[in-house]
């Protein structure tokens, strides 16, 4: 198994080999630490990082156009329906993010990943490369 640590994400994204996106999937319970190991690391290799949260009463917190952050972190990718307009909005956001040199860490739960990444019909399915929490050193 090859272990890769969240500096070498961020600069694997930062190089291009990322595609601009990637899906961290980490327990729930992990979640906010690894969220703000991230922004910490982001804060000392990008400009400017953001945290778009998402949750099933309000899909999104922010509006899509003031995101203008180098690095975007999105939480609770796992808590909206993969079938929803929130999640096909958001698509098509970090499609366009994505092709525009934006740098995009998606962080969700391994239920969240099965349910929007593995499946052909949901609009995340194979959107971006992903790294697991047992992958991590």
Do not use: W
């Not at 309000?58 to 939480?75: K, N, R």
């Amino acid at each position: 198994m090859i272990l890769i640590s969240l500096e070498r994400i961020l600069d694997l994204l930062r190089d291009g080999l990322y595609s601009g996106c990637v899906a961290l999937v980490v327990e729930a319970e992990n979640r906010h630490q690894v969220i703000a190991l991230l922004e910490k690391l982001g804060n000392e290799r990008c400009d400017r990082v953001q945290i778009m949260t998402l949750d099933s009463e309000t899909a999104i917190d922010l509006p899509l156009e003031s995101i203008d952050g180098d690095l975007l972190l999105v939480d609770g990718l796992s808590k909206i329906d993969p079938y929803s307009q929130e999640a096909y909005s958001l698509r098509t956001f970090l499609d366009v993010r994505r092709n525009t040199a934006g740098k995009t860490i998606i962080i969700l739960d391994p239920n969240g990943y099965r349910s929007h990444f593995s499946d052909s019909n949901a609009p995340f399915y194979l959107f971006c490369d992903f790294v697991f929490e047992s992958d991590l050193s």
